[in-house]
T-cell receptor
Framework: RKEVEQDPGPFNVPEGATVAFNCTYS??????FFWYRQDCRKEPKLLMS???SGNEDGRFTAQLNRASQYISLLIRDSKLSDSATYLC?????????????FGTGTSLTVIP | NAGVTQTPKFQVLKTGQSMTLQCAQD?????MSWYRQDPGMGLRLIHY???????DQGEVPNGYNVSRSTTEDFPLRLLSAAPSQTSVYFC??????????????FGPGTRLTVL
C-alpha cells in the first residue's frame, strides 16, 4: 500500500469555482503534513502546512483528520493562476530524521 | 541567495555509464535529500542527510550513492546507469531534519535519460 494516496484528477473547473482535493496516508504515526504546488516541468514549492486544528491562507483552507488519516485542501474562488499539480506530502519521521512521502499529485486546470 | 542549485539540467547517458548529479545550497540547511519523480509515481525519496558526514537511505536507494562532506553540497552518484533510472531528479534542503514542519526548498531538477 502506498504511504500517500491522492486522486490524480484531472480536475477542470471554471474560474470562480470552489474545488476540493483529498489525500489519505497509511502511517498513523506520521508527524507533519503539507500541500505543495508544482507547475509544469518546475520544482515543487510549499503551498501550506496542515495543522491539526486546520488552517487557512487566503483562498486556501487545509484540514487534517488524524482519526481517518486524511488531509484536504479547499480552494475557493479559483483563479487561472491556480492551474497546477497539487502534491500531498506526509512526514513519517524516523529516529535519524525526517522522511517525506509524496502523493502522485492532483492536476487542476482552471478554465476561463 | 541562490537557494538550491542543481547541475546539470539535462543529461543523456548510455547504459552502464556512471555520473554524479550535483546539488548545493547556500541557506545553511542541515537537512538535504534527493528525490526522483516518475509519471504516475510522484516524488520518491532516494537518500537523505541530516548533516555533514551523516546520510541514510530513503525509499528507493538501490543504484545510487551519496556523501555529505560539507553542509552545502550533497552529490548523488549513479554507479552504473540503467534505463530504469530515466527520471527527473530533485534535490531539496531544509532546516534541521528533526523539526518536522520545516519547509523543504527544491532545486530546479535534473532531467536524466538513460539509453
Amino acid at each position: 500500500r502506498k504511504e500517500v494516496e491522492q486522486d490524480p484528477g484531472p480536475f477542470n473547473v471554471p474560474e470562480g469555482a470552489t474545488v476540493a482535493f483529498n489525500c489519505t496516508y497509511s502511517n498513523s504515526a506520521s508527524q507533519s503534513f503539507f500541500w505543495y504546488r508544482q507547475d509544469c516541468r518546475k520544482e515543487p514549492k510549499l503551498l501550506m502546512s496542515v495543522y491539526s486544528s486546520g488552517n487557512e491562507d487566503g483562498r486556501f483552507t487545509a484540514q487534517l483528520n488524524r482519526a481517518s488519516q486524511y488531509i484536504s485542501l479547499l480552494i475557493r474562488d479559483s483563479k487561472l493562476s491556480d492551474s497546477a499539480t497539487y502534491l500531498c506530502v506526509v512526514n513519517k519521521g524516523t529516529n535519524t530524521g525526517n522522511q517525506f512521502y509524496f502523493g502522485t499529485g492532483t492536476s487542476l486546470t482552471v478554465i476561463p | 541567495n541562490a537557494g538550491v542549485t542543481q547541475t546539470p539540467k539535462f543529461q543523456v547517458l548510455k547504459t552502464g555509464q556512471s555520473m554524479t548529479l550535483q546539488c548545493a545550497q547556500d541557506m545553511n540547511h542541515e537537512y538535504m535529500s534527493w528525490y526522483r519523480q516518475d509519471p504516475g509515481m510522484g516524488l520518491r525519496l532516494i537518500h537523505y542527510s541530516v548533516g555533514a558526514g551523516i546520510t541514510d537511505q530513503g525509499e528507493v536507494p538501490n543504484g545510487y550513492n551519496v556523501s555529505r562532506s560539507t553542509t552545502e553540497d550533497f552529490p548523488l552518484r549513479l554507479l552504473s546507469a540503467a534505463p530504469s533510472q530515466t527520471s527527473v531528479y530533485f534535490c531539496a534542503s531544509s532546516y534541521s531534519g528533526y523539526e518536522s514542519y520545516n519547509e523543504q526548498f527544491f532545486g530546479p531538477g535534473t532531467r536524466l535519460t538513460v539509453l
